[in-house]
């Protein structure tokens, strides 16, 4: 005998429509916020172009940090590591004001986050990065490059080294808690 639900039907249909509503929830997060955000403003390179590029092939690991409110961004980290990294890029995400295209959110800076000391693969690294992010704009990339290659001989505090037709180039040394100094590079979209 099938066992019946309080109504009278077939349990086994309840267990279907479960069951269904679980493979399609699944499915929908399995996707959710995984595609690439496109740049919020020309000028920007995507990520999948950027990381691309043969100096960014260590970069394997991927974390999203959704939108919110109260932080007023969220980021997508491409990592050499899962934890404790030594290079990363990061695109900071904010909500698109192009809603039409059914874009929920864009990117409108991007970073390099380097641990000091530098060895020659991160500074390939950090050249591959100023040159990808200072092409598209209106800032020439071998001017900013000579500003971060000072900062970094000089393990300055980060700070604005350019800005020019509404990108802001910023560069310098933080202190992570946990991983030490780091040297970060960042082109901000205004």
Not at 65 to 82: C, E, H, I, P
Not at 123 to 142: D, I, K, N, W
Request: with cysteine.
């Amino acid at each position: 005998m099938t066992p019946l639900d309080m109504r009278g039907r077939p349990l086994a249909l309840h267990c279907a429509a479960i069951h269904a509503c679980i493979a399609a929830i699944a499915i929908a997060v399995a996707g959710c916020g995984m595609a690439e955000p496109a740049p919020c403003r020309a000028g920007m390179p995507a990520q999948g172009e950027l990381l691309r590029a043969p100096a960014f092939a260590s970069l394997e690991y991927h974390r999203r940090t959704n939108f919110d409110v109260s932080r007023g961004a969220g980021a997508d980290l491409w990592a050499d590591s899962k934890f404790d990294f030594k290079s990363g890029v990061e695109y900071s995400l904010v909500p698109s004001k192009n809603a039409a295209s059914g874009a929920r959110y864009c990117a409108d800076a991007l970073s390099i986050k380097l641990a000091l000391p530098l060895d020659e693969r991160r500074r390939e690294m950090l050249r591959a990065f100023v040159q990808a992010a200072g092409s598209g704009t209106a800032l020439r990339p071998a001017a900013v490059q000579a500003r971060v290659d000072e900062a970094l001989a000089q393990r300055s505090k980060y700070r604005a080294v350019a800005s020019g037709g509404g990108v802001l180039a910023e560069a310098g040394t933080v202190t992570h808690p946990t991983r030490g100094d780091l040297f970060v590079v960042a082109f901000i979209w205004q």
